[in-house]
Structure formats: C-alpha cells, structure tokens
C-alpha cells in the first residue's frame, strides 16, 4: 500500500511556477531579442537577489514561530538576504559571475530548506522544482551572456 502525498496547495504552486519565468527571461532575450541581453541579464540577477532575500525571509517566519526563536537561526536566516546584496555590489558589472553566484546561493538555500524541520511535506517537493528552474534559467543565461 503506498502512502497520499499531500498535494501542493494551488495558489502556491501557481504563484511559484509564475515566479520561475523571470529566470527564464535571459536565455530568451538571448535567443529572440539579443539587444535586450545585458538589460535582462541585470534584472534576472537583481530578481535573483529577491528570490533569496524571500526565502530568507521565509526561514525568518518560521523561526519566529517559537516562542524563544533560536538566535542561530535567526542570525542564519538574513544570510540570503546578504549574500544578494554581496553578489550585486561586489560583482557589479561581471554578469556572468553575479548570475553564477546568485544560483549557488539559491542551491544553498534550498539545501537549508530541504533539511528544515516544521514545513509541510509538500514544501521541500516544492522547493525543489522551483529551485532547479531558477538556477537552471540563471545558469543557462550565465553562460550565454557576454562577460
């Protein structure tokens, strides 16, 4: 007998496929619209940076939900949020590396949400789709964007 999987609710699942077509955006400026590359390249990067400024802000959430959070995690859970800004201050102008760099940490952070603790069971099956649509969005526009 094999066990239900609890679906993912609709409106998050909608709402989080929806959110992986902005790193789709530069590998099809790229192929449609060259001119466009450099612009788009900066705003996939600079939505990257959100993305993981989100997530973090997720971890924040649900850390707070103990009535004594863990200060660690707490601590932990503004690293996306930084490691974007670092990315998009430090490597300002080296696309290619920003857009790299910005999907490590995305895989980071999906590993840290993958292992976490008091999430729904349907959440790290989620997590990983739209993990691997960004970063695969930002990769493959990474490598086809002029350094």
Known sequence: MTERMDPTPRAVLAYGVL???????????????PVWAGFT?????????????????ARWG????????????????????LAGL???????????????????????SWAWDFSAKGLPPWYARLRTGLTLGGVGGSCLGALQVAK
């Open 19 to 33: 959110g992986i077509i902005p790193f789709w955006s530069l590998p099809a400026a790229i192929r449609l619209a």
């Open 41 to 57: 390249a900066a705003g996939v990067a600079a939505y990257a940076a959100l993305i993981l400024s989100f997530l973090g802000g």
């Open 62 to 81: 649900l850390a707070l939900q103990d009535a004594s959070p863990n200060p660690v995690v707490v601590g932990l859970a503004m690293t996306p949020t």
């Open 86 to 108: 670092a990315v998009l201050v430090f490597a300002q102008g080296e696309m290619r590396l920003q857009l790299l760099a910005l999907a490590a940490a995305l895989m980071l």
